[in-house]
Nanobody, 128 residues
């Protein structure tokens, strides 16, 4: 079965950086999306960043565009999220997710409802 394991979360001061990793296993899809999503206490999950394999397209939520960078290591099925200039409002549980197949629009690529497999999350806390 598909397994996604996030790591790299922690506590950091505002303006600092963190790098999250998502180690994937248990799948051999040729076409798939992997993405990062976050959830604030009492709020619905929202899209942060996503990337399509084997393409080159990346997708970012408006609130993180220009500050966060998503990347991948396809051979190792690993997804990364480089978070820079962090703000207290970035504090959340960050989840990695997988969606097999192609054909998502930019909006769909950042929609939690499109993804079928999820990791357990890693906590990010940004202090002021």
């Amino acid at each position: 079965q598909v397994q996604l394991v996030e790591s790299g979360g922690g506590s950091v001061q505002a303006g600092g950086s963190l790098r999250l990793s998502c180690a994937g296993s248990g799948f051999t899809y040729r076409f798939y999306y992997m993405g990062w999503f976050r959830q604030f206490p009492g709020k619905e999950r929202e899209g942060v960043a996503a990337v399509y394999t084997p393409g080159t397209g990346t997708y970012y939520g408006d609130s993180v565009k220009g500050r966060f960078t998503v990347s991948r290591d396809n051979a190792k099925k690993t997804l990364f999220l480089e978070m820079n200039r962090l703000k207290p409002e970035d504090s959340a549980m960050y989840y990695c997710a997988l969606r097999y197949g192609a054909g998502l629009t930019a909006i769909q690529a950042l929609s939690p409802a499109e993804y079928s497999s999820w990791g357990q999350g890693t906590q990010v806390a940004v202090t002021s």
